[in-house]
């Protein structure tokens, strides 16, 4: 019996050097240089280098879709460096003795981590259990992501500035609400799957 298509998965190419896979490696490899400059106190690298990180993933998403260059590989590189740079971003912004005199909270990170470690799970045992890879992108958890990616940017201007923004309460905790409602969507949406999935079977 032949394992079930992932959904979206037409088109892709076989190639491993493309343009998208080279922007995702470069972003990986921005990492390590971002923790670096965080740790060293500076302000003004860590910001240009979180905003050319940004701005290569729009272009990797672009080119991708765009110009018919997704592939299986990019597939894993895209989201290994959004996750390692966020990871990186959350875990070193929350801590008081590197970054200040704006910090995220350690609430809102707890937040992040716990709803991504349930997705990743919930990908990789439905992957493991039934040979698919379920599409779980929606328009609550892109406007989830967008507040993330935010935040970050927000709390590395600010830093830079020097200037303590009391403002930012809002932006955590809209962010926050925005993870957790993704959280739950994307849990039902998981229940969903393995309901189909069960019935599906044959008896």
Request: glycine residues 8%.
């Amino acid at each position: 019996m032949s394992k079930p298509k992932n959904p979206g998965t037409e088109g892709w190419v076989s190639s491993i050097v493309t343009v998208p896979n080279v922007l995702s490696a470069f972003r990986i490899l921005l990492v390590p240089l971002f923790v670096w400059a965080l740790l060293e106190r500076q302000t003004i690298e860590p910001l240009v280098i979180f905003f050319i990180a940004g701005i290569s993933d729009l272009f990797d998403g672009f080119i991708a879709r765009h110009l018919h260059q997704r592939s299986k590989l990019g597939a894993i590189l895209d989201p290994a460096g959004d996750k390692l740079l966020m990871a990186a971003s959350y875990i070193l912004l929350t801590l008081p003795q590197v970054v200040g005199p704006n910090r995220i909270p350690l609430g809102l990170t707890l937040i992040v981590f716990a709803r991504d470690l349930m997705i990743v799970g919930g990908v990789l045992w439905a992957y493991l259990t039934f040979g698919i890879t379920p599409v779980l992108p929606t328009i609550i958890g892109k406007l989830t992501t967008a507040f993330q990616v935010g935040t970050v940017f927000l709390v590395l201007l600010t830093n830079h500035l020097g200037k303590k923004a009391g403002w930012m309460v809002a932006i955590y905790g809209i962010t926050a609400a925005l993870t957790l409602a993704s959280w739950i969507l994307y849990y039902l949406r998981g229940l969903r799957i393995l309901r189909e999935r069960r019935s599906s079977k044959p008896v």
